[in-house]
């Protein structure tokens, strides 16, 4: 299963529409996960029609700082436990700092995110594109493909993640006027 990651678009606050390497390069992932900060369904609209897709809310998607509120709809949580090719895997937007003080455990955010262990983690909200493992747990953010780095507008990120017989395996692209190509050292597995 091959799964494409995104996250924080701010569509139309950032852009009128994420850039056209996105649609392209995720054309053949059987799933989109995106991470949140969104600002319109238009977005997530338009990846749909490349494969069905589950959104995480984000803090930007509330109708504050003037931004439109993002309406209900089925394929926004404010959090997301999925069971993926045997693996459990949970989206969020805001992570926290996983085994930072005070309290917040790798398993403490579990459960409160999540209600449980999980083996993948995808979450958003710092624009800045990462993988880590933490006790355990494989972390990913996509990053920002209009905002990386919270700089201004310009080719930023996507991720990728791929799940085969029980492992993960993740790796970030740099989105660029041909395509993109892979800006992390290796994939990372579970």
Not at 116 to 140: C, F, K, N
Request: charged share 25%; proline share 8%.
């Amino acid at each position: 299963m091959l799964i494409g990651l995104i996250s924080d678009t701010h569509v139309p606050e950032a852009m009128p529409n994420v850039w056209p390497q996105v649609y392209e390069r995720f054309k053949g992932v059987d799933l989109i996960l995106h991470g949140g900060d969104l600002h319109t369904l238009d977005v997530v609209d338009r990846l749909q029609e490349i494969a069905p897709i589950h959104v995480a809310r984000g803090n930007g998607d509330d109708g504050g700082g003037g931004r439109p509120l993002v309406p209900a709809d089925p394929r926004l949580r404010d959090a997301w436990a999925l069971e993926l090719g045997g693996l459990n895997v949970g989206m969020v937007h805001d992570l926290g700092l996983p085994e930072r003080p005070p309290g917040w455990t790798v398993e403490a955010i579990m459960e409160r995110h999540f209600g449980g262990p999980q083996d993948v983690v995808v979450h958003g909200h710092t624009h800045v594109a990462s993988i880590e493992r933490v006790r355990g747990v494989l972390l990913v953010n996509p990053g920002s493909p209009v905002y990386p780095r919270n700089l201004e507008v310009r080719l930023g990120t996507v991720a990728f993640l791929r799940i085969d017989q029980g492992r993960a395996e993740a790796w970030l692209e740099q989105l660029d006027e041909r395509g993109s190509h892979v800006v992390s050292e290796q994939p990372r597995y579970q």
